[in-house]
């Protein structure tokens, strides 16, 4: 491959008549979706703020918020603005907020902000000044320079604690934080975040201070520094006013609080219990996806296995018996309603992290109890259940969980009772130990009786159950599109929004509507953007929707068309029938593909909103990659001279056949000499072992003739396009179809076919091809392997990082389970088959949450047990964007998405120590995490492999390999020998000689 300069849409001649893809205006009915969000819709959380703690500007992960923003917990937060505080450790220092909450209230300063300056509007002499601060993303070190009245100066230097840390000097404990990224709140009751004091001491006492300057000097924390104090004995500080706050970082109390669903529970059954932060029960009917999960309704009766229950008569009350180790809850009490004489009693309950033990006693209308010792056992996985509820609800996430799972389950335990003449009167619970229990219901057995009967009862002391008239999501923008891109006319999940919806990126979204636009990827394409955003502006057709008609407002002739448009959920194949004003119709179809990564692309909106939580995701404060985007499909047209009357739209499949759909946003025209039309590459993407053959293959639908064909590469980490010629492995370089034999890892990148004519350019979709080692995994599943840090979730361990299978290991880092993540964290693994030699590493991506993806790696080996450690390999990453999502399938290099990173070593190690130092988002992630990571490599103590060749039936050749490995042919031994792999080998290939192939040797490669 030989990198060329070349031009694309010269000029060839002066009888060409060329005429741009024009917009076509559409009749209002041609729309039959609301799919944007306009710009003055309610705005999305990130508009309340216009800077954060861990993103700065790009005004993304956590931030804080005031007092009253959860009006649960209604003591969380900074103070209300323009409130005056004292520190908790100091009653003498007293400091106040900023005035307003919606507008500036910080003073920014960080790195890429790296000054700032306050000023005070009442100069005053003082011993000394206290700066209220607190820095996201680490601590930071400030210079400062304070002005005094009569000109004077004095510098000095600040230090700012990150707001996690816990100096003596503690100002604020706000105990929560918010998420600007999916309006979840974080560290309720955590005793963090913090503001911090710091005090100054001035060289003059006496002339009044007129203001202070900060400026960045070090560190990765964004410092935000919201009040100072004065004193004039350096011991009692009172607040002072001051000017000049460059951001607001708060969110204010009344903003939409869309991230949790707080308020319709009072414990959940996760650890979090009483803060309302886990998992716990909801009513049959909230999940609307699975309207059968979840408890049975207020006030039903169950009947199983010989008893029936009834739960309670409401879930928007207290509606279990909920015993734990808080305060308050470490007793409980159940009343009958109607004291009854029983043989027995059942209980109906489950445990959340169980089991409990419970101690409980009976009491008789006779004064005499009895006394029983239970365990309540874990709602999941335990035999024999009552009933299975399919699904859980976190209220801090807004996350369905384990739906259709076979879980969470409840259980019964049966009391059988001495005293069978007295009535029961009550059932008194005590928290003996475990984790948390929830008592539904209570079953009576009375004497003479064959069945276990409904207890009416009184006394429930929670509400562990969200009922099913609560909303799914607290705050969604329901109203403002009728369909959206993630959940079609579900219209939940992400969709676009128009551009000032926004502010912190006001470009970011779609162009105005009614405005035109000029494709990035074809310049002669004009697109104009629907009528109106806040009514319908969008076709839309999904298997469900199968038919839309697009009707020109004025019918002309064209020679080809091009619709504007993008999918969800993948690709979505198409049906296009152009009527004429003849009364003829043609039929094309054409491939739309899905709204992110795929290339050239003819516009990018550069930024999403989710629906459900009111957040703006993919804005260029969150990340580089310009996402979501629309294409291009295009074809021409056969009648060239009849008006074109309308365009009748069908879907024929998806990839994803039930959740694929597509929209169409505009639709362009031309007549006369247009540019060439390609059809989408086929395949799309590849994983391919090294020696294989590839071809990619395109189709030229169209575009006036002569049309110039060349095929062009770009190789990982470049930005630079060359193109490909012919030779050595190589040929198809300047046609439709692109052949690679035996191709080698140094062939891997992206493809691309150009089409050029006198009308100008067209460009393919992007073909990834990834080419990947023959080398060997050197670990094996059962290999000695320990976390170095941090902590896992019980389903995540780090024996997942060589499991053989896309279940992920997930890292959290040593200082907590929050954002940002701090590195290195990894772990070291002893392969049992002794030393080996390893000369790269495969990073299979997880199944969700792009931004934990590791960014670097960094790979040591050791001989005595990792008491020294010697590198072997530092490598930056850029894992793709894919997500293995089945965690029960076997890793397969060539169907799961991963990176590979091969490097020099000739040493042989027993113990290899990987460390991740940072992931692709640091800010806004809590932890790194990979499908699996294979060590590539070799044996040495191996045995050499032997390969045996018997002549079969009909004279095919039987090889049989003692070991795995490539196998490899010559038909001549003179050095030097130039060995050709023939394919993977693994136990018994049989091969057909040709009459024509001249005689072969072979032999098995072993990495």
């Not at 969380?76 to 220092?93: E, I, K, M, Q, S």
């Not at 009044?208 to 000097?217: T, W």
Request: proline share 8%; hydrophobic share 35%.
């Amino acid at each position: 491959m030989k990198a060329r300069v070349f031009l694309l849409g010269t000029w060839l001649g002066t009888c060409l008549v060329r005429a741009d893809f024009q917009p076509i205006e559409l009749r209002p009915e041609s729309f039959n979706a609301d799919v944007v969000v306009e710009k003055t819709a309610p705005k999305p959380v990130g508009a309340f703020v216009t800077a954060t703690m861990d993103g700065g500007t790009n005004n993304n992960a956590w931030t804080w918020y005031e007092q009253g923003y959860d009006p649960t917990r209604p003591t969380t937060g900074l103070p209300r603005a323009g409130t005056v505080f004292t520190a908790p450790g100091d009653p003498n220092r007293s400091y106040r907020m900023p005035a307003d909450y919606t507008a500036p209230n910080a003073l920014l300063v960080y790195s890429a902000l790296p000054s700032g300056r306050l000023t005070f509007p009442n100069p005053a002499a003082y011993s000394s000044l206290s700066v209220i601060s607190a820095a996201g993303g680490g601590t930071a070190t400030l210079d400062y320079t304070i002005r005094y009245q009569n000109g004077a100066e004095q510098t000095g230097t600040l230090n700012v604690y990150d707001w996690f840390n816990t100096p003596a000097e503690i100002a604020w404990v706000a105990n929560g934080r918010v998420n600007t990224d999916n309006g979840q709140l974080g560290s309720t009751y955590g005793n963090n975040p913090k503001l911090f004091y710091a005090d100054i001491f001035l060289q003059d006492t006496t002339t009044p201070v007129r203001e202070i300057e900060f400026r960045y000097s070090s560190g990765n924390g964004r410092t935000a520094i919201f009040a100072v104090s004065g004193s004039s004995d350096g011991a009692t500080y009172v607040p002072l006013d001051v000017q000049g706050f460059t951001h607001d970082m708060i969110i204010e109390a009344g903003a939409p609080l869309t991230g949790a669903l707080f308020g319709y529970t009072t414990v959940v059954m996760d650890s979090g219990s009483t803060n309302n932060v886990g998992n716990t029960f909801y009513e049959i009917g909230f999940n609307r996806d699975a309207p059968t999960t979840g408890l049975p309704p207020a006030g039903s009766t169950v009947t199983n296995l010989g008893r029936a229950f009834t739960f309670a008569a409401s879930y928007t009350n207290a509606n279990v018996f909920y015993l734990g180790p808080y305060e308050g809850y470490d007793t409980a009490t159940m009343t009958l309603v109607e004291p009854t004489a029983f043989q027995a009693l059942s209980l109906l309950h489950c445990a959340g992290n169980g089991p409990v033990m419970l101690d409980v006693v009976v009491r008789h209308a006779d004064n005499t109890t009895e006394q029983f010792q239970i365990s309540s056992p874990d709602w999941f996985n335990q035999p024999d259940p009552f009933y299975v509820l399919n699904g859980r609800f976190d209220p801090s996430t807004l996350g369905l969980n384990n739906v259709n799972s076979g879980n969470p389950r409840l259980y019964t335990n049966d009391l059988v009772l001495a005293n069978t003449a007295s009535p029961v009167t009550a059932v008194e619970f005590t928290y003996m130990g475990g984790g948390r229990a929830a008592v539904f219901a209570l079953a009576g057995l009375r004497p003479g009786g064959d069945m276990f009967l409904p207890v009416a009862v009184t006394g429930y002391n929670a509400d562990a159950v969200v009922e099913a008239s609560a909303p799914r999501f607290p705050m969604a923008l329901t109203n403002a599109t009728t369909v959206s891109m993630d959940g079609g006319t579900n219209n939940t999940g992400n969709t676009w929004y128009e551009q000032g919806y926004y502010p912190q990126f006001p470009n970011s979204g779609l162009p105005p509507a009614g405005s035109v636009i000029t494709s990035l990827a074809q310049p002669d394409h004009h697109y104009r953007m629907p009528a109106t955003y806040s009514g319908p502006n969008a076709v839309f057709v999904d298997y469900a929707h199968p038919e839309a008609n697009l009707i020109p407002v004025d019918p002309q002739p064209y020679s080809a068309l091009s619709f504007l448009s993008a999918t969800a959920n993948n690709n979505v194949t198409n049906e296009v029938v152009v009527q004429y004003a003849d009364g003829t119709s043609e039929t094309n179809t054409f491939t739309s593909r899905d709204w992110f990564n795929n290339a050239p692309y003819a516009y990018s909106t550069l930024g999403r909103v989710n629906l459900n939580t009111r957040t703006i995701n993919n804005d260029p404060g969150r990340t580089a990659t310009p996402n979501p985007r629309l294409y291009e499909a295009q074809f021409p047209l056969n009648n060239t001279t009849s008006p074109v009357t309308n365009i009748v739209l069908r879907f024929l499949g998806a990839v994803n056949p039930t959740t694929g759909r597509m929209v169409v946003l505009a639709v362009s025209g031309t007549l006369g000499d247009f540019s060439p039309i390609l059809a989408p590459l086929s395949p799309g993407s590849i994983n391919l072992y090294e020696g294989s053959n590839l071809t990619l293959g395109s189709v030229l639908l169209g575009g006036t003739e002569p049309v110039s064909l060349r095929w062009q590469y770009l190789a990982p980490g470049s930005t630079q396009w060359v193109n490909v010629d012919n030779g050595g492995n190589v040929s198809g370089a300047d046609s439709t179809n692109l052949v690679i034999t035996a191709i080698t890892r140094a062939q891997s990148g992206q493809y691309r076919l150009t089409a050029t004519n006198a009308a100008g350019f067209a460009l393919t979709d992007v073909a990834t091809v990834n080419v990947v080692s023959r080398m060997q995994d050197v670990t094996q599943p059962g290999d000695f392997i320990y976390i170095l840090d941090g902590s896992s979730p019980a389903a995540e361990t780090v024996d997942h990082a060589i499991d053989n299978l896309v279940q992920k290991y997930l890292n959290f880092d040593a200082f907590d389970t929050a954002a940002p993540f701090v590195g290195p964290q990894g772990f070291v693994v002893q392969p049992s088959v002794g030393p080996t030699v390893v000369r790269g590493v495969r990073i299979y991506t997880a199944n969700d949450q792009e931004p934990r993806d590791p960014a670097d790696i960094v790979l040591e080996g050791s001989n005595d047990g990792g008491v020294t450690w010697t590198l072997i390999s530092s490598n930056a990453l850029a894992l793709p964007s894919g997500r293995n999502t089945v965690t029960t399938e076997t890793i397969d290099p060539l169907r799961h998405f991963n990176q590979e990173v091969i490097f020099p070593n000739a040493t042989a190690y027993t113990s290899y120590r990987v460390q991740f130092y940072n992931v692709k988002n640091n800010a806004g992630a809590n932890s790194v995490q990979i499908a699996e990571i294979e060590l590539l490599g070799a044996v040495p103590s191996a045995e050499p492999p032997s390969l045996t060749i018997q002549v079969g039936a009909n004279g095919t050749l039987v090889l049989t390999s003692s070991q795995p490995g490539t196998l490899q042919s010559t038909t001549d031994l003179t050095p030097p020998v130039q060995w050709v792999d023939e394919g993977p080998i693994s136990g018994t290939v049989t091969l057909v000689p040709s009459p024509n192939t001249p005689a072969k040797y072979y032999r098995v490669r072993v990495p």
